[in-house]
């Protein structure tokens, strides 16, 4: 293969090159299998109906509901070397772009909305970032990425240090200890792999990250009955400064519980 017409230092590669290290932080892994049956005869229902949701639409509610109702200690970041809860519970979800690149969204009160009202408000941001328009993260990406090497790096710190260390935001360009959001969801299956975990990106000060697999059909035991099923493999990185696994646990029992009765995603939470 032609090496030559690969470009290698994308905008990602080289802000990544700057912000990571060698391992060594904290943090916690956990994974699933969730058996989304009646999620997946869910969105084929709302879809009939004339909503083009998908089951990344439905995860990202769950978790959203899960946060508020189930596991407020996930909804919380770390300032000034304190854990400190967020107002909202707002979704960061990975999008792909046009060239392959990998984008992302942020959804605000993710866990106040319908399904319906999540799936207009994704795929409209969605539509923005694939026609160019930017949101903080991106224009942060965009920006870093101009910066020489080992400037980045430099540049990097003094961010982190300034917004996450000290808890200092810049407002005019959407710049704070809590610019990503509550939690980042991603969908690897639609990419064609099974599984995987995901990073805790420095910059972002999520507590999790959650990424969804690939959907197959395995053989379950359901009332003590051999029958076929669609699993989801769903696996979590865990910022273990902020929480315990015992928080993950509570998580995906949570999301297995909706995941059984997805009809509870249209009632408008209080």
Do not use: C
């Not at 509901?65 to 967020?86: D, H, M, T």
């Not at 710190?157 to 969801?185: A, E």
């Not at 395995?218 to 865990?238: C, G, M, Q």
Request: net charge positive; aromatic share 8%; proline share 4%.
């Amino acid at each position: 293969m032609d090496n030559s017409s690969i470009e290698f230092n994308t905008d990602w590669r080289k802000v990544a090159s700057s912000i990571y290290r060698k391992p060594r932080d904290s943090k916690i892994y956990g994974s699933v299998e969730v058996d989304v049956t009646e999620l997946e005869n869910f969105v084929a229902k709302k879809r009939k109906a004339g909503i083009k949701t998908t089951l990344t639409h439905l995860m990202t509610l769950i978790v959203g509901r899960a946060f508020s109702e189930e596991v407020p200690e996930l909804n919380a970041y770390i300032r000034r070397g304190k854990v400190v809860g967020r107002k909202s519970v707002d979704a960061m979800v990975s999008v792909l772009l046009k060239g392959g690149e990998m984008g992302s969204v942020r959804i605000p009160d993710a866990d106040r909305l319908t399904v319906a009202e999540l799936t207009e408000s994704i795929t409209k941001k969605i539509n923005e970032s694939r026609s160019g328009k930017e949101n903080s993260a991106m224009q942060s990406k965009h920006m870093l990425s101009s910066v020489p090497w080992p400037f980045r790096s430099w540049l990097f710190n003094i961010y982190k240090v300034v917004t996450i260390d000290w808890g200092i935001s810049f407002p005019w360009v959407n710049l704070s200890s809590d610019s990503f959001g509550s939690y980042v969801i991603s969908n690897i299956g639609t990419l064609g792999l099974d599984s995987g975990f995901g990073a805790l990106l420095p910059s972002s000060n999520v507590s999790i990250v959650l990424i969804m697999g690939k959907v197959y059909k395995k053989p379950v035991v359901v009332n003590d009955e051999i029958v076929i099923r669609k699993i989801l493999n769903l696996s979590a990185t865990i910022d273990h400064r902020v929480v315990d696994g015992s928080h993950g646990g509570k998580l995906f029992r949570y999301i297995r519980k909706l995941a059984r009765q997805p009809e509870l995603l249209d009632i408008k939470p209080e």
